[in-house]
């Protein structure tokens, strides 16, 4: 089964910084790879989403991802980060074989002003 | 775009009563839906996987009886929290893929939660 991993609980950037939120999974063959974000008290939005082609991923609010499958990575970056961008994100890991998916452990983002 | 409705968004009930969660997809059909359960401050937690038609999946550890899940049509599950215990407040989610739009590649699609408080 896959799993993924996500090795900052939290992380804290000044505004207009930039962003890089780290990922890495574990499945024996192709990904399907999400980056997920929770406001507080709030379901989960999809960011964005790997599963063929480009490796590099473009999703809302500005964000983009990498998939890197030599370092089994899909890391969530920002050129230029926002106050509304303080939330938790979540990698999750699906796989073509199996309707589940994974989670991480989440990443809490907190933007100094 | 997909959208899951789930209701209540919070409720506060007294210990030893049950509690209904409603999970809607409301613009697609869902032959599957996932209950989590989310502690504070951490990841989420699967539940269970609710199927249409068929009796729901329970991970490992879940209480079955405890959690009673329903998936009546393909746009409705519910789980209901019998006999509620202040260690059962959390915050639960559900979510659903929309399948007609592929296969596993499909993202999910997350309900805004309910935040259940047993007194």
């Known amino acids: 089964a896959q799993s993924v991993t996500q090795p900052d609980i939290h992380i804290t950037v000044s505004e207009g910084a930039s962003l890089e939120l780290r990922c890495n999974y574990s499945?024996?063959?192709?990904?399907?790879l999400f980056w997920y974000v929770q406001s507080p008290g709030q379901g989960l939005q999809l960011l964005l989403k790997?599963?063929?082609?480009?490796?590099l991923v473009q999703g809302i609010k500005g964000f983009e991802a990498e998939f890197k499958r030599s370092q089994s990575s899909f890391n969530l970056r920002k050129p230029s980060v926002h106050w509304s961008d303080a939330a938790e994100y979540f990698c999750a890991v699906g796989a073509m074989d199996n309707n589940d998916m994974r989670f991480g452990a989440g990443t809490r983002l907190t933007v100094k002003p | 775009g997909a959208v899951v409705s789930q209701h209540p968004s919070w409720v506060i009930c007294k210990s030893g009563t049950s509690v209904k969660i409603e999970c809607r997809s409301l613009?697609?059909?869902?032959?599957?839906m996932f209950w989590y359960r989310q502690f504070p401050k951490q990841s989420l937690m699967l539940m269970a996987t609710?199927?249409?038609?068929?009796?729901?999946?329970?991970e490992q550890g879940v209480e079955k009886d405890k959690f009673l899940i329903n998936h009546a049509s393909l746009t409705l599950s519910t789980l209901t929290v019998t006999s509620a215990h202040p260690e059962d407040s959390s915050f639960y989610i559900c979510?659903?893929?929309?399948?007609?739009?592929?296969?596993?590649?499909?993202?999910?699609?997350f309900g805004n939660g309910t935040r259940l408080t047993v007194t």
């Open positions: 979510s659903a893929r929309d399948l007609g739009m592929g296969h596993y590649n499909s993202p999910l699609h």
């Open positions: 499945y024996g063959a192709t990904p399907y």
């Open positions: 613009d697609f059909q869902a032959t599957t």
């Open positions: 790997y599963f063929s082609g480009d490796t």
């Open positions: 609710s199927n249409e038609g068929s009796k729901a999946t329970y």
